[in-house]
């Protein structure tokens, strides 16, 4: 039976490859989307900026509640909860 099916599936062998493709594109870019380093990273640089002067108290604010909510949804996603 296993001999059999696998030619009757022969035609869809191109679409099962693409498939597989495409599933390990998605882990990668959700491996990449869900890192926390670069994140941390670019809170660094804004704390950095900050103490030079390069931006107020107000953007520090605002930018570093946006860094700090991509971390907490890193977090709750490395968790298993909801995306």
Do not use: C, K, N
Not at 2 to 28: H, K, N, Q, Y
């Amino acid at each position: 039976m296993g001999l059999f099916t696998e030619i009757v599936m022969l035609p869809l062998a191109p679409v099962r490859g693409v498939s597989w493709v495409m599933d390990r594109v998605l882990e990668a870019a959700e491996d990449e989307y869900y890192d926390p380093a670069p994140i941390r990273l670019q809170l660094a640089e804004l704390e950095r900026q900050l103490i030079a002067g390069e931006i107020d108290e107000e953007t520090f604010d605002r930018i570093e509640d946006q860094l700090l909510d991509r971390l907490e949804e890193i977090r709750i996603h490395g968790q298993g909860g909801p995306p």
